[in-house]
């Protein structure tokens, strides 16, 4: 190994030791540390290069009515949802494969918005899509976004998130998704633009635009303000799909005006006799995400608009038990890792659909109700080693859910 002395330089680029931060030694040789750095910049460059080359000869797409059966083994119904999500998906992978020529027509990405009740499955929706396709998936919630240089976060920090999904892999992020969570929630408060700064609300609406439509953003990998003197990662969002979610409360009454009729009561023409008042959801427009405080930009760069409808008992029986992680079958594989084998009687799932439609938490208040009568046994039977077999009666799932004290939620 070479002994370094005050004569001692670089071996790449010639830098004596003194203009340099450290020299590393070698056999014969010298590096120093701005040669090492440019090192890890080109290798880290052609292992992003192979590594997207990789998912480019390794991607299959799934056709539309694969990528709907996919779904269908975790989200029961919402059957026009998962429609409109596998034709928007399936249409946007393929347009990554396109290769532009001078007189071919370049193929536009589709966001797309999902509008439905709490519980009915939006989120999921967007999860299983992202695992079937095997790309970054996050999910970013909209209600701590705020305009640059306020309180909150920026709206590059989905972005972030995405790189941090993706292991900063910048090209597989480039084809990941995101869903935007929450999204209603960054309505502005009416109509009309703001006279005031609306920095949480259209103030993020603004910020979202040019992300949603496709730019090259400067991502800071590990947050904005925290850490002001880190290096940015320039990341193209052309090629991200980006999907919004949101419950939208209260838009019903817009859509009712919007047909003249009202969401409880009688209807104002007879020619208005087969709308489904119980699901407004189904009749949403674009004009009614504007009445709602959605600015009409954001709404022109999500053109795919789709509905969730409510779930109904028939529905929520069937999330119970059907699906490859429903709620039964996890808590029969909790119980396996003990040993017991665990079983409902088929009056206690009634009983836990009803509650679920009588508390009015869609989905999740499944979950909920499940914890709340599952607790003491869950809590037990780990330390009671003689336990082989645990049944489950009408009786005592009343017992335990009365004791949870569950009125309190109860819906008004």
């Known amino acids: 190994m070479a002994k370094?002395?005050?004569?001692?330089?670089?071996?790449?680029?010639?830098?004596?030791?003194?203009?340099?931060?450290?020299?590393?030694?070698?056999?014969?040789?010298?590096?120093?540390?701005?040669?090492?750095?440019?090192?890890?910049?080109?290798?880290?460059?052609?292992?992003?290069?192979?590594?997207?080359?990789?998912?480019?000869?390794?991607f299959r797409l799934l056709k539309p009515a694969e990528i709907k059966a996919h779904i269908d083994q975790?989200?029961?119904?919402?059957?026009?949802?998962?429609?409109?999500?596998?034709?928007?998906?399936?249409?946007?992978?393929?347009?990554?494969?396109?290769?532009?020529?001078?007189?071919?027509?370049?193929?536009?990405?589709?966001?797309?918005?999902?509008?439905?009740?709490?519980?009915?499955?939006?989120?999921?929706?967007?999860?299983t899509i992202a695992k079937i396709l095997h790309v970054p998936f996050c999910i970013v919630d909209a209600t701590v976004l705020t305009e640059a240089g306020y309180v909150g976060e920026d709206v590059e920090s989905i972005l972030t998130r995405l790189l941090q999904a993706a292991d900063y892999d910048?090209?597989?992020?480039?084809?990941?998704?995101?869903?935007?969570?929450?999204?209603?929630?960054?309505?502005?408060?009416?109509?009309?633009?703001?006279?005031?700064?609306?920095?949480?609300?259209?103030?993020?609406?603004?910020?979202l635009l040019k992300i949603l439509e496709g730019t090259i953003v400067n991502v800071p990998p590990q947050g904005g303000r925290k850490h002001p003197d880190q290096k940015m990662i320039p990341v193209n969002t052309n090629n991200i799909l980006f999907i919004c979610g949101g419950a939208f409360d209260g838009i019903e009454r817009k859509i009712a005006n919007r047909l003249r009729t009202q969401a409880v009561g009688y209807k104002v023409k007879k020619d208005e006799a087969d709308l489904d008042l119980k699901n407004l959801y189904k009749y949403i427009t674009p004009q009614d995400l504007k009445s709602f405080g959605l600015i009409p930009e954001l709404i022109g760069r999500v053109p795919v608009l789709t509905h969730l409808n409510p779930l109904d008992i028939d529905a929520l029986r069937n999330i119970l038990t059907a699906p490859k992680n429903s709620l039964m079958k996890q808590y029969t594989k909790l119980?396996?890792?003990?040993?017991?084998?665990l079983v409902f009687e088929e009056e206690v799932l009634d009983f836990i659909v009803n509650k679920a439609m009588e508390y009015k938490l869609g989905a999740r208040g499944l979950r909920s109700i499940c914890e709340a009568i599952m607790l003491d046994a869950m809590y037990d039977t780990p330390s009671d080693e003689g336990v082989k077999e645990l049944h489950i009666t009408l009786d005592y799932a009343i017992e335990k859910f009365e004791k949870a004290d569950f009125k309190k939620l109860k819906a008004a």
């Open 170 to 207: 910048v090209a597989a992020a480039e084809r990941g998704i995101v869903y935007i969570d929450e999204v209603d929630k960054v309505a502005r408060k009416s109509d009309n633009p703001s006279i005031t700064r609306d920095v949480s609300g259209e103030g993020v609406q603004q910020a």
């Open 74 to 127: 975790y989200v029961i119904g919402q059957d026009d949802a998962k429609k409109v999500l596998s034709v928007a998906v399936y249409n946007h992978y393929k347009r990554l494969s396109q290769k532009i020529d001078k007189d071919e027509v370049e193929i536009e990405k589709s966001n797309i918005m999902l509008v439905g009740e709490t519980g009915t499955g939006k989120t999921l929706l967007a999860k």
């Open 4 to 58: 370094q002395s005050k004569d001692s330089r670089c071996s790449f680029c010639n830098s004596p030791k003194q203009d340099t931060l450290m020299l590393i030694e070698g056999m014969d040789a010298y590096i120093c540390d701005k040669c090492v750095t440019q090192a890890n910049v080109l290798l880290a460059q052609e292992l992003g290069n192979k590594k997207s080359k990789a998912f480019d000869e390794s």
């Open 335 to 341: 119980f396996e890792y003990e040993d017991v084998n």
